[in-house]
């Protein structure tokens, strides 16, 4: 069979939260098209819905990708055209979906995307760290042991590291990520972008852990985790100078102890008097 006869599979991104953030040209795909594969029916209904959505919906999750599969392929080959979405944003991204683009793409069938939203990117936009190199880790392993030894491979990166977490680990992850990173390094919490609670908070790893601990509104919701990639060694010497500057502050002027801190930990004196 010629791909001109056959169908076209839609990648198609949808809200992260806020229901009015898809494209027309997503709406106008989603009533064309013969099905909507969804990760969950239910979930993706009401936003049909909204948007006077009536294509059948058929569920592709995690636990039936393999033989949901096959099946949607054959339509395809058959001439119909099928959408793929997730939950929420852009599908693959932490989401189901890699089989059947895959599978799609091996039997000659067009992928086509539809691009929209993305809750890692939406985060990278306003957190304020560097943004020209990043590099998305999706979900840690949600194992305290397992998750730090995967921290620790990345401790040296100096990329923005990007993670997803559940919001009943974001604690012991921050936590783990300021022994692992370093208390001084700069992070973000994106959370519940683009919906009635959303935050966005950047402080110090330290900082950070602490605060969520404490504001347990913190702990809800959809979690996005930024941190920003290791530099030189200037997040390290600014530690110490801040350590060493405490010390001498207890029985030297602020001018001479920021000095004398500075030319012992090389953190730069200016910023060390200036906190």
Not at 239 to 263: D, M
Request: charged content about 25%; some cysteine; proline content about 6%.
């Amino acid at each position: 069979m010629s791909s001109k006869q056959m169908g076209c599979l839609w990648v198609v991104a949808t809200p992260i939260g806020h229901r009015d953030d898809i494209s027309a040209r997503a709406i106008e795909t989603l009533r064309n098209v013969a099905l909507i594969a969804a990760e969950d029916t239910r979930h993706s209904r009401p936003l049909m819905l909204q948007h006077n959505v009536s294509t059948p919906l058929v569920a592709l999750h995690e636990h039936n990708e393999r033989e949901a599969v096959a099946a949607i392929v054959r339509r395809l080959e058959q001439g119909e055209s099928v959408a793929l979405i997730s939950d929420a944003g852009t599908p693959l991204i932490s989401d189901p979906g890699f089989r059947l683009v895959r599978a799609a793409r091996e039997a000659g069938i067009r992928c086509i995307p539809v691009p929209g939203a993305c809750a890692a990117i939406t985060a990278l936009s306003v957190a304020g760290l560097p943004s020209d190199r990043f590099v998305f880790e999706g979900f840690l392993p949600p194992k305290s042991a397992a998750r730090r030894s995967r921290l620790e491979e990345l401790a040296s990166d100096p990329r923005t590291l990007i993670f997803y977490e559940s919001s009943h680990r974001i604690a012991e992850s921050l936590a783990d990520m300021r022994d692992v990173f370093g208390a001084e390094r700069e992070a973000v919490l994106a959370r519940e972008l683009t919906k009635m609670f959303e935050t966005v908070i950047g402080e110090p790893l330290s900082q950070l852990a602490a605060r969520v601990v404490e504001d347990p509104n913190q702990q809800r919701g959809e979690c996005v985790v930024l941190v920003a990639g290791r530099g030189d060694d200037t997040d390290a010497k600014l530690a110490e100078g801040r350590r060493v500057f405490a010390i001498l502050r207890e029985e030297l002027p602020p001018a001479k102890a920021a000095k004398l801190a500075a030319a012992i930990s090389g953190a730069p004196r200016k910023q060390l008097y200036q906190e």
